[in-house]
């Protein structure tokens, strides 16, 4: 018969090998118990790996949306603000010129001209608002102020409508020949000098340089909405044609007669000032809304792919602390085995 001999050195190894796997699966089974998923997916979930990837990367790019949204949200936030100042200082040039209709009292006029050019003010500054870094009413053009000053020195907008009166008249608008312009002269000046030159190209090369197109924004896989107004829309237009009408032509020397027809064309003006940016405020609102909306749905969806997603890679609790417990009395077990095998010596016995 052959004796086989195991020493305890051997014996030692093994039980060290036995505490080592055990300590890497109580530490990996702590893991799954606190995150509630398997340590190790790829182990875990073999060929459905896959699944867990794709629903990770789609968790990722809706929550990639909302932090978009949330700027998209802060821009039309903003832009609203602005709007109504401007708004307001519609409405306030609006009255002014009502206050002034039918008077030739210089005080009443320098008053009104100086409420117009207050309401000017107010506009040039909220046009020109900017956020992050962006200008929120030049369109695409996102890195460029939208409108001229126009009480700046070497205003452009004003070098451009003297120009356009000189040339129209002969004559500035400062000059005492202003009275002896007619009604129809003065309405020949509006409806077919001034009027096209706030409506058409003249607008751009002299007072706006905001792009026509509107910053667009994906607030969900299927939806863009635009997320900003451009200082080209008609409202503003409406709003700075008015306000010249009022601060240089209003108090000049014209004739009464003109004056009021000067004055109702300015109360049209402003009017259609007033209409206008209320419908980008209402333009926008409608955006706000529909961002709303879909930051709903995309928590939604993330709700509903995330409880998919503990589907795919969670794991059971219950089971996992049980099988933790266990792997830690074997592991003791383990220990104390180690110990009284260490204790073994032929020294003992001799």
């Known amino acids: 018969m052959k ?20 300590q890497n ?7 799954e118990i606190v995150t509630g998923r398997h340590a190790d997916i790829g182990l875990a979930l073999g060929a459905k790996t896959s699944n867990s990837v794709s629903l990770h ?8 949306i909302q ?6 949200t802060q821009r039309l936030s903003a832009s609203q603000s602005a709007l109504n100042l401007m708004a307001d200082s519609a409405q306030q040039m609006l009255e002014a010129f009502i206050t002034v209709n039918g008077s030739n009292d210089a005080n009443n006029l320098l008053i009104a001209r100086r409420d117009v050019e207050s309401s000017l003010g107010s506009f040039t500054v909220a046009v020109n608002t900017s956020s992050n870094g962006e200008y929120l009413f030049s369109g695409i053009n996102s ?8 009480f700046e020195a070497g205003s452009t907008p004003k070098a451009a409508f003297d120009a356009l009166f000189a040339g129209h008249f002969t004559f500035s608008q400062d000059d005492p020949l202003a009275a002896g312009i007619t009604v129809a002269q003065m309405d020949d000046f509006l409806t077919n000098v001034l009027e096209p030159a706030f409506s058409g190209a003249d607008w751009t090369n ?3 340089n905001a792009s026509d197109t509107n910053f667009s924004s994906r607030i969900l896989n299927n939806e863009v909405v635009d997320s900003g107004a451009n200082a080209n829309a008609d409202g503003m237009r409406d709003f700075a044609l008015a306000a010249v009408v009022g601060i240089e ?11 009021v027809a000067l004055n109702a064309k300015a109360i049209e003006y402003a009017g259609r000032a007033v209409t206008g940016i209320d419908n980008q405020r209402s333009s926008l609102g409608v955006a706000e809304n529909r961002v709303t909306k879909a930051n709903v749905a995309l928590a939604s969806q993330i709700k509903i792919i995330t409880v998919h997603l503990g589907e795919v ?13 266990t792997l830690l009395d074997q592991v003791e077990t383990s220990y104390a085995l180690t110990a009284r095998i260490q204790q073994m010596s032929l020294m003992n016995y001799l």
Not at 67 to 72: F, I, K, W
């Open 3 to 22: 004796v086989s001999f195991i020493s305890n050195l051997a014996m030692q190894n093994s039980m060290r090998l036995t505490i080592s796997r055990g």
């Open 25 to 31: 699966e109580v530490q990996a089974l702590q893991q």
């Open 57 to 64: 990367q789609d968790i990722s790019r809706l929550k990639t």
């Open 67 to 72: 932090d978009s949204n949330a700027l998209v």
């Open 143 to 150: 890195n460029t102020k939208p409108v001229e000053d126009y």
């Open 206 to 208: 002299d007072w706006s």
């Open 249 to 259: 032509l209003l108090g000049s020397a014209i004739n009464s007669d003109v004056r």
């Open 313 to 325: 890679e969670g794991v059971d609790a219950y089971e996992a602390s049980t099988r933790m417990q």
